[in-house]
């Protein structure tokens, strides 16, 4: 199943959930249910915008982006993380209210078990999304899975507040375990926004593949063959590599390039899907850029 099938199927759940919980909320009147239900209404959201930019982000290049559309995944990772902060302050609201005016809660029971159903639901599909997103290195699968995982913790919260009301017949205890929710789903909100802004200043690869590049160079290096200026970036599901391999001036054309065949092809297997920009040089000699800029950006010398 590829990444915007599995959008397509977080919508669906969304949908299904906010079904379970709208009706454990009816049921029962809990402000902490009616919290759980209003979180998925922006899983709702954040997975059907997910999705759009998913879609955006598969586009080739073209005239306008020569690069592609890749970092499109970083804005819906944003997009959702500005969302939960928006239901946490709705639910803080709500709840107060309901702390100031408390209430008798009624169908505890039914209304508990709709939100464990839709919470099992919920993980599930987690579950699967991240895996996915590993395997695709994509931003917003990964944002809306962690969105999920957050949807999970908030529901077993309520469901242990309720049955803590059910057994003390403390009703304060609802808007109270409502608010616990939203600082919770906060900290998700936050860390979502952070992890949009940083991708989109192109940060660099994973240390793990940064490691596998350094470990290929340093077995292709040799007296008369070595690399600098290596630089990575990643753009959404895409990782590249920038260096500069250095060889003999005295080295015909045609052995100069199978070699930098068999480092690019190296690099690439260490690395699955790595684009790959590799500038020869003789030994010793130095770029214009590399004069002006003085280093920057970093450079890792692997070899």
């Known amino acids: 199943m590829q990444v915007a099938s599995y959008l397509k199927l977080s919508v669906a759940v969304a949908m299904a959930t906010i079904a379970l919980k709208t009706g454990a909320w009816w049921l029962t009147g809990s402000v902490s249910l009616l919290s759980d239900a209003m979180e998925s209404l922006v899983n709702l959201a954040g997975a059907m915008f997910a999705l759009a930019m998913v879609t955006i982000a598969a586009q080739p290049p073209d005239e ?15 997009f959702e993380g500005v969302l939960i902060l928006v239901a946490a302050l709705a639910i803080i609201v709500t709840s107060v209210d309901r702390w100031l005016h408390p209430q008798p809660l009624e ?60 057994g003390t017949g403390w009703f304060w205890l609802d808007p109270l375990v409502a ?43 040799s007296g008369t063959l070595r690399f600098d ?30 070699t930098r065949s068999a480092v690019e092809l190296a690099l690439m297997q260490a690395v699955p899907g790595l684009y790959v920009s590799l500038q020869m040089l003789p030994m010793d000699v130095k770029t214009h850029a590399e004069a002006l800029t003085l280093g920057s950006p970093t450079e890792e010398n692997a070899a």
């Open 64 to 78: 306008d982006h020569p690069y592609g559309h890749h970092k499109a995944e970083y804005f819906s990772s944003g």
């Open 107 to 166: 169908g505890l029971s039914l209304g508990l078990g709709l939100s464990v159903l839709s919470s099992a639901l919920n993980g599930a599909l987690a579950w699967a999304m991240l895996k996915k997103a590993r395997e695709h290195h994509s931003m917003a699968l990964e944002a809306d899975a962690r969105h999920l995982i957050t949807d999970v913790w908030t529901s077993a919260g309520v469901v242990i507040g309720l049955i803590a009301v059910q």
């Open 179 to 221: 608010i616990a929710v939203a600082l919770n789903i906060v900290r998700e909100g936050v860390a979502l926004v952070w992890r949009s802004v940083d991708g989109l200043m192109d940060r660099a690869l994973e240390p793990e593949h940064r490691q596998a590049i350094h470990a290929v160079l340093t077995r292709f290096a």
């Open 229 to 258: 200026h290596v630089v990575t970036r990643r753009a959404g599901a895409r990782r590249y590599a920038d260096l500069h391999m250095h060889l003999p001036g005295t080295c015909a054309l045609a052995d100069a390039e199978r």
